[in-house]
């Protein structure tokens, strides 16, 4: 379905509402019994009879966003505003709840049943959620029930949802999803029946999205199965958290000159690696894996300040897991804690990528690299004594290990 179609159908539902009905937005059967309205919902007696007979969702986005007093929520596709009414409550009136809903009479509905709460921390904008009318980083927690699915453009709405968020910021979503290998008919069928007119992306395909975006410490819980692969499911993810003033994201081809210009700098230190000079692109992204790649950068000036990658230590299956990184601050932005956001960064999207060692050669005369590894829980596994020679001279060094504590343990899935 069209994105004007999307906005037309909900429109005339919020036209219902606005006269006094309970809407509903998939088959009457499914919606009883699928959790979906207020069923998920145990704080809503004092909000308005209106934002409850408009509520489409397939969760409670909210139960789990861990909103805190003061913090500022932004609600992709608010509808009647029930989501956001919740959100103003948690925040206080220290904090703000902006609603983002295509539809203006949606939006209209929203701002009666907000005005009838009394809510005066709660903004809600007419826009589209691939296209958030806020500035970057502007909010600190994004919600959003059953509305994703209904996007044409999944990655541009998470993507925009990343630029919003400041660093630390949290991703809280209700949404549909599919899992397992579906017959394409039936699949179709029961989004249709669930109200998902635009499709459901498959769990392994949501948290692959949501990688690829920039986020981290990613979750897909399954919360309702409505048949034939069809669930409900609760979505969470992180924004890397660091300093003010710069943000976390994955490297790209624009960052080339930057990266490798940080690169040498740190090879011309004489303490990073037996390499002299930095690689041409090409090479640099030969020997690095596609994914686990980013940058702190300067949200201003848009200057990279530092980097971290991963190679594979093997070819073998049997080492899929097992990964080396390297990770580099611009000269002029050291001990700023811009490493350590980095590496932090850094191991929590390798375990959402199924990593269970990450391991790193370090010079001994390197003190401070290997303290901030041994602080985010890499070990010493030994010292490679005289492994190489650089400017004529016998060097040590030492090898460091993280193991997952999630990944590859006793009971754990990969």
Same mark, same amino acid.
């Given at each position: 379905?069209a994105?004007?179609?999307?906005?037309?159908?909900?429109?005339?539902?919020?036209?219902?509402?606005?006269?006094?009905?309970?809407?509903?937005d998939c088959? &009457?059967?499914?919606?009883?019994?699928?959790?979906?309205?207020?069923?998920?919902?145990?704080?809503?007696?004092?909000?308005?009879?209106?934002?409850?007979? =408009?509520?489409?969702?397939?969760?409670n986005?909210? *139960?789990? $966003?861990?909103?805190?007093?003061?913090e500022?929520?932004?609600?992709?596709?608010?509808?009647?505003?029930?989501?956001?009414?919740l959100?103003?409550?948690?925040?206080?009136?220290?904090?703000?709840?902006?609603?983002?809903?295509?539809?203006?009479?949606?939006?209209?509905?929203?701002?009666?049943?907000?005005?009838?709460?009394?809510?005066?921390?709660?903004e809600?904008?007419?826009g589209?959620?691939?296209?958030?009318?806020?500035?970057?980083?502007?909010?600190?927690?994004?919600?959003?029930?059953?509305?994703?699915?209904?996007?044409?453009?999944? =990655?541009?709405?998470? =993507?925009?949802? %990343?630029?919003?968020?400041?660093?630390?910021?949290?991703?809280?979503?209700?949404?549909? !999803?599919?899992?397992?290998?579906?017959?394409? !008919?039936?699949?179709?069928? $029961?989004? /249709?029946r669930?109200?998902?007119?635009?499709?459901?992306?498959?769990? &392994?395909?949501?948290r692959?999205?949501?990688?690829?975006?920039g %986020?981290v410490?990613t979750?897909?819980?399954l919360? *309702?199965?409505?048949g034939?692969?069809?669930?409900?499911?609760?979505?969470?993810?992180?924004?890397?958290?660091?300093?003010?003033?710069?943000?976390?994201?994955?490297?790209?081809? &624009?960052? $080339?000159?930057?990266?490798?210009?940080?690169?040498? $700098?740190?090879?011309?230190?004489?303490? &990073?690696?037996?390499e002299?000079?930095?690689?041409s692109?090409?090479g %640099?992204?030969?020997?690095?894996?596609? /994914?686990l790649?980013y940058?702190?950068?300067?949200?201003?000036?848009?200057?990279?300040?530092?980097?971290? =990658?991963?190679?594979?230590?093997?070819?073998?299956?049997?080492?899929?897991?097992?990964?080396?990184?390297?990770?580099y601050?611009?000269?002029?932005?050291?001990?700023?804690?811009?490493?350590?956001?980095?590496?932090?960064?850094?191991i929590?999207?390798?375990e959402?990528?199924?990593?269970?060692?990450?391991?790193?050669?370090? %010079?001994p005369?390197?003190? *401070?690299?290997?303290?901030?590894h041994?602080?985010?829980g890499?070990r010493?596994?030994?010292?490679r004594?005289?492994?190489?020679?650089?400017?004529?001279?016998?060097?040590?060094?030492i090898?460091?290990?993280?193991?997952s504590?999630?990944?590859?343990?006793?009971?754990?899935?990969?």
């Open positions: 379905m994105h004007d179609e999307v906005v037309k159908r909900y429109s005339g539902l919020a036209r219902a509402a606005m006269t006094g009905e309970t809407i509903i088959s &009457a059967d499914e919606f009883d019994k699928g959790c979906f309205g207020t069923a998920g919902y145990d704080d809503i007696a004092e909000l308005p009879g209106g934002a409850a007979r =408009a509520s489409l969702g397939c969760g986005p909210v *139960a789990v $966003a861990e909103l805190r007093a003061g500022t929520v932004l609600d992709l596709g608010s509808g009647g505003g029930i989501d956001v009414l959100s103003a409550r948690r925040v206080g009136p220290y904090g703000k709840a902006y609603g983002l809903d295509a539809s203006g009479d949606m939006t209209e509905l929203a701002r009666r049943n907000a005005a009838e709460a009394g809510a005066a921390n709660v809600f904008l007419h589209t959620i691939e296209a958030i009318p806020l500035s970057d980083q502007s909010v600190d927690v994004v919600i959003s029930n059953c509305v994703i699915n209904l996007s044409d453009d999944k =990655a541009a709405v998470l =993507a925009e949802a %990343f630029r919003v968020l400041r660093p630390g910021g949290r991703l809280g979503i209700s949404d549909m !999803v599919t899992e397992g290998t579906l017959d394409p !008919v039936r699949r179709a069928a $029961a989004e /249709q669930v109200g998902c007119v635009a499709g459901s992306l498959e769990v &392994a395909e949501y692959d999205l949501l990688r690829s975006t %986020f410490g979750s897909v819980t919360t *309702a199965d409505h034939d692969g069809v669930h409900s499911a609760i979505v969470q993810a992180v924004k890397p958290a660091i300093g003010p003033g710069l943000e976390i994201r994955p490297m790209c081809e &624009a960052d $080339a000159s930057q990266v490798l210009a940080i690169y040498q $700098a740190g090879l011309d230190t004489g303490q &990073a690696s037996f002299t000079v930095a690689p692109w090409e %640099f992204t030969e020997g690095k894996l596609p /994914q790649r940058v702190a950068a300067d949200t201003e000036t848009g200057e990279v300040v530092g980097w971290i =990658a991963a190679s594979p230590v093997s070819s073998r299956p049997v080492y899929a897991g097992v990964i080396e990184h390297s990770v601050v611009h000269p002029g932005c050291q001990a700023h804690g811009i490493g350590r956001a980095l590496l932090t960064a850094f929590a999207a390798s959402d990528a199924g990593i269970w060692t990450i391991q790193s050669g370090i %010079f005369e390197n003190t *401070a690299s290997l303290s901030l041994q602080a985010l890499f010493m596994v030994g010292t004594g005289r492994i190489g020679r650089q400017h004529g001279l016998w060097r040590d060094v090898l460091m290990e993280r193991r504590s999630e990944v590859g343990v006793e009971g754990a899935s990969i």
